[in-house]
């Protein structure tokens, strides 16, 4: 028996593959110890290591974490260029480390809006880990649920499909998660209660788990907590036992 008992006492179907994360409420965090927004960032970001090897070591094999949305080029310079660094620093560190723990990362979000050295940064790491599959990262960067769809159809028109073969598996795989399957359980972080648009098409079952922890304090204890809450939940896709 591991660091996670009660999770590992649980059934295998009772656990969530893909568990996707809303990373909320560095800034507040960071305004409670008094520090500047970066480091509350930066805290954060050495988070996603904490809880990616916490899901490694329960058994779930996909994660996927919204760390920066269509949306968040609205901020200050400071905050963007801060979290562009964090990201970029993030896929230099853990490249060898992704490897040698047989762990493919991949990046949903419109990556032609990137600079180009994160791009070819992402393309790189991408590459190297495209054929490992003991865990699945995604990163959502420069990524909207609305903006992803729209690039779907795009594709999808782009590629002369016919409106009538056009079904929700066609568009499944025009998605920027086209291999990747949907989540089974949302956390968000800091108290807020919405999408705040992230993955509004995977999201249709996936059941939602609101903490009120700010990201940098959110531990695998936590994790395990919401692990625990979604195993004694009932999915039931709109059907009747
Ligand atoms: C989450 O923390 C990090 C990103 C959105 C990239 P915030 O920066 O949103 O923190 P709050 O919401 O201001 O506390
Ligand atoms: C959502 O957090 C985006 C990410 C976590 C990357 P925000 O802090 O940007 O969301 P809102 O503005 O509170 O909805
Ligand atoms: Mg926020």
Sequence with gaps: MGQYEWVEKLPHERLPQHVAIILDGN?????????????????????VETISDALIDMGIPYLT??????????????????????LK?????????AIRRNIRIRVLGDKQGLAPDLRDL???VEQATASLDSFYLQFAINYGGR???????????????????????????????????????LIRTSGEER?????????????????P??????T???????????????RRFGGRK
Excluded at 66 to 74: C, H, L, P, V
Excluded at 149 to 175: P, W
Aim: hydrophobic share 40%; no cysteine.
């Design 147 to 185: 903006d992803e769809i729209r690039r779907a159809v795009q594709k999808i028109a782009a590629e002369g499909i016919k409106a009538e073969e056009i079904t929700e598996e066609v568009i499944g795989a025009h998605l920027d998660t086209a291999d990747i399957p949907d989540p089974d359980l």
């Design 27 to 47: 800034g507040r965090w960071a305004k409670e110890h008094s520090v500047s927004r970066s480091k509350g960032h930066l805290a954060g970001a050495e988070n």
């Design 122 to 124: 992402i393309e790189d």
């Design 195 to 211: 999408i705040s648009n992230f993955l509004l098409w995977q999201l249709a079952y996936s059941e939602f788990y609101f903490s």
């Design 213 to 218: 922890k700010y990201w940098p304090d959110f």
């Design 65 to 86: 974490v919204y760390a920066f949305s269509t949306e968040n080029w609205k901020r200050r310079q400071e905050d963007v260029s801060y979290l562009m660094m964090l």
């Design 89 to 97: 620093r993030y896929l230099v560190k853990n490249k060898k480390d």
């Design 220 to 234: 695998p204890q936590d994790l395990e907590e919401a692990i625990l809450d979604y195993a004694g939940r009932q």
